[in-house]
């Protein structure tokens, strides 16, 4: 079983270098590692470049589409995604290729702590609140879902589901579409002892605790037709409410 590993990347250099000692110290190393250069215009190349990796470069700008640039250019059976700020444990590999020896498993995904808390929350909170937030998905759609910086998929699995999935990086939550898209495959898994550490960055603001989980309900609203339980606008709501605390 081969692994392609494949990190999108926007002006990440503060970051990126550390994501790349993290892979390059796996126990089972990745067969290739794609670094989708998404117009940077700092030093993100640079970096990179003195690692062993393929540097794929997509002028389309967004998450999305850096994602879908390197999920196609990936050449193994197992595709596995990460983020430029997020640091992988030495046995993600290892653990990767023991969940998909199951042959109904589509796509797996773990848990993220942070490495960068602010001081007044502790990483303890932040664990709940993604606990809590993939408990909130499986209630909404019947089955486990995917968390971007850390999640591998069936290669065979895209190259069936990549024409269906959205390309709006506003209109929905691009983890969510991915999960709801794969399911009619096979099994979501998620691993609880597959557990990266990323930056707290993207939450030091306020409008992050809003956005990601509109854009999560958008994404479940959008395509209830897809999910185990479509449970109607009613109960979506309800998630909506529950993951905004109000």
Not at 106 to 117: F, I, K, P
């Amino acid at each position: 079983m081969k692994v392609s590993v494949i990190i999108p990347a926007y002006n990440e250099e503060l970051y990126i270098k550390k994501c790349l000692d993290g892979l390059a110290n796996q126990i089972e190393k990745p067969d290739e590692i794609i670094v989708v250069n998404n117009n940077s215009t700092d030093n993100t190349v640079l970096i990179a470049e003195k690692y062993p990796v393929r540097i794929v470069n997509e002028t389309a700008q967004g998450m999305i589409q850096a994602r879908n640039r390197g999920f196609n250019e990936a050449q193994y059976e197992i595709i596995a995604r990460t983020d430029s700020d997020t640091i992988v444990p030495p046995d993600w590999i290892k653990k990767i290729k023991e969940n998909f020896l199951d042959p109904d498993v589509v796509a797996v995904s773990g848990l993220a702590n942070v490495y960068d808390m602010t001081s007044h929350l502790s990483k303890q909170a932040a664990m709940q609140s993604l606990k809590s937030y993939m408990r909130l998905m499986k209630s909404a759609l019947g089955h486990d879902c995917l968390i971007g910086p850390n999640m591998a998929i069936r290669k065979t699995v895209w190259e069936q589901a990549k024409g269906t999935v959205c390309l709006d990086n506003h209109e929905v939550h691009e983890d969510i579409d991915l999960t709801i898209h794969f399911a009619p495959f096979g099994k979501i898994k998620v691993d609880p002892t597959l557990v990266v550490s990323s930056s707290f960055r993207r939450f030091k603001k306020l409008q992050s605790y809003i956005e990601y989980p509109l854009r999560a309900v958008k994404s479940v609203q959008k395509h209830k037709q897809y999910t185990v339980k479509a449970r109607g606008t009613a109960f979506i709501k309800k998630i909506a409410a529950k993951a905004l605390n109000i």
